[in-house]
């Protein structure tokens, strides 16, 4: 749960929708190309559903009910099916399609931005564990 929430989820698509569809957003995008990025937003959203409820799962499984495996099982084989879908679309629809909007300064420009993002990320996750353990306390 910590590599799909921490790594896929707020990492690698905090990337996506926070540096790479935020510029994007402001080019004049082709309706295609405008529509798969949606797909792709709300593909993120479907994603973050999916994991909220496996979470649940894992909570309710943790408690006692027997019956939550059964849903566990059912949300990762989900995401199983999900993600490779959603990385295809990336890798070989999306991507290359949004390079052409860029130009080789900005393409360089986002990808500092991108080390920078990931650069802060390990600082996120403790600040978030400990402001955590003083909520709990
Ligand atoms: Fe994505
Ligand atoms: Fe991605």
Known sequence: MD???IYADRTHHGKEEEILFRDLNKRPLSAEDRRVMNELIEDHVFGRKITKALV???????NGDEIALAEIAEKLQTLVEFYPKHIDKEDKV????ARAYLTDTEDQ????EY???DRKMIHEKYEALVEGLKRSK
């Open 3 to 5: 590599f799909i929430r």
């Open 56 to 62: 649940d799962a894992n909570s309710r499984y943790r």
């Open 94 to 97: 999306f991507f290359p399609a």
């Open 109 to 112: 420009a986002m990808l500092a």
């Open 115 to 117: 080390w920078e993002f």
